[in-house]
């Protein structure tokens, strides 16, 4: 596991826990709503039996009241029914009001916790992204770091001067030349019968204009041109090999399998410049191109 992959199974773990973590105080915050529900019918329900039973003992007491009285109430009975039906027709009304509204304030708490959930879900995905981000950007300076210091120690190595290291490449007066561990030696460049410089030819020379030399080591990596099974050659500058695919070089000091993929995406036609997001991250984090 490289370090880019350690620090991302870091940060997808936090993730995991914290949406573990929020999802355990929603489903405690709709626990809670849920038993609220579960009052409401038998609460509503009780409320209206209470009302039909308080009509019928006024129904009740007004025909006691008149049968008490020796007297006939036909006429006055029936209005007192309408009254009442009326006033019992009011009070279940205003019941299920009160009902249908304790539903809709459920519903609505339910959401507002659905709600609060996902965007408390986003932000927190959303800092962790920025702290995983920051992590890899201070990784990948760490890598760049490393690599400086090698390329210091080569040159430490061969004496402090450039033109102590064989293979070292210079311009002069517009002629690429390389040192040979005694004097300087200018580079010719294979032509056309035309006196062009063929393109492998030119190739190395802006290789060359860049500093770097070509070792005539063979890589180990390979590509197929023409049906034919060939290995990139080895390119070196300040003492690191490296390898040139396409227009970019890229440092041998790389996993075979980020290398194997990156050829994969490269003899498909697509160019370094050209990679999605995704495969950037993936393969790119650790490739250092130039």
Do not use: H
Request: net charge neutral; no cysteine; aromatic share 8%.
């Amino acid at each position: 596991m490289t370090n880019e992959e350690y620090i991302n199974s870091i940060y997808d773990t936090q993730k995991q826990n914290k949406e573990k973590e929020l999802q355990s105080l929603r489903d405690a915050a709709l626990t809670e709503v849920n038993i609220e529900e579960a009052k409401i019918q038998p609460k509503y329900t009780a409320q209206k039996q209470a009302a039909n039973v308080s009509s019928q003992i006024g129904a009740k007491n007004f025909a006691e009241y008149w049968a008490n009285r020796g007297q006939t109430y036909a006429g006055v009975a029936a209005q007192e029914q309408i009254s009442r039906a009326n006033t019992l027709g009011n009070t279940l009304s205003g019941i299920q009001t009160s009902e249908n509204q304790a539903y809709q304030d459920i519903a609505n708490a339910k959401n507002k916790i659905s709600t609060e959930y996902a965007s408390n879900l986003g932000k927190t995905y959303g800092d962790i992204d920025l702290d995983k981000q920051s992590a890899l950007y201070d990784e990948r300076l760490r890598q760049q770091d490393k690599a400086e210091a090698r390329r210091l120690a080569a040159i430490k190595a061969a004496g402090n001067s450039p033109e102590a290291y064989t293979g070292a490449i210079r311009n002069l007066n517009g002629v690429n030349q390389v040192f040979n561990g005694k004097t300087w030696t200018n580079i010719k460049y294979e032509t056309d019968k035309d006196g062009k410089l063929t393109a492998s030819a030119q190739k190395q020379k802006r290789l060359n204009d860049m500093g770097y030399s070509l070792t005539g080591q063979s890589s180990g990596i390979k590509y197929k041109e023409n049906g034919k099974t060939k290995e990139y050659k080895t390119w070196a500058k300040d003492g690191i090999p490296y390898v040139a695919i396409k227009d970019s070089v890229i440092p041998l000091a790389v996993s075979a399998d980020k290398q194997d993929a990156l050829l994969q995406l490269l003899n498909s036609g697509v160019e370094l410049g050209k990679f999605t997001p995704e495969q950037r991250e993936k393969l790119l984090d650790t490739i250092e191109i130039y």
